[in-house]
């Protein structure tokens, strides 16, 4: 799905879901992979496009064992590679963003380029945004942590990070266990501190949470 409120289009997807983005003209991909993870075939039929690849694991901890953490130089990478579809609107760019699964790490990485392109844009405008082009998200704590810094918006996508954190936990329970298991006890705690407004956030349909 395409936005409406950046300046130029944004699509959202997981790896299996590369090759139905062949044909829509996309202009440039952020490809966010596994550090060992092979580059996915489905590029071969992008067409020309200008990618930037990075690679770390979908963590929120830098201390995880066996894991390579977002660091600040990859979110620095993000908002360099956000401020380059600024200079180049002309060109009617389309920016495709990928993850594995297309919901943490692909997200969070959006919803900077976002809040980047529009600085006066509120963190509930911004992230109301990211829900409609991928309902599913669930943004990476660490990478936004990292570029609200960066972005000196003073811990405001943090606060209304977690009213998104809670409104998939309220919507899809079966989620709290899947975070605490997978090493994400810190996002449930930002979503339980209610460091949010308390955001009801409206789905393709209008209604409050995901389909």
Known sequence: ???????????VCG???LTGHC?????????????????????GAFGEHSRLELRFHDVIDAQETGTVAPQPDHVADILSFGRRLLT???????LLVHCHAGVSRSTAAMTLILAQALPEASAIRIFGEVLRIRPQAWPNLRILEFGDAMLDRRGELIAAAADVYQMQLDNRPHLLEQM???GRGREILVA???RGGGQTWPDRTGKRGLP
């Open 180 to 182: 605490r298991s997978g």
């Open 23 to 43: 044909e829509v003209g996309v202009s440039h991909v952020l490809s966010i992979l596994d550090p060992d993870w092979p580059v996915p075939e489905a590029f």
């Open 88 to 94: 180049e609107r002309g060109q009617n760019p389309h």
């Open 15 to 17: 790896i299996e879901e």
């Open 192 to 194: 339980s501190g209610g």
């Open 1 to 11: 799905m395409t936005n409406t409120l950046a300046p130029f289009r944004i699509s």
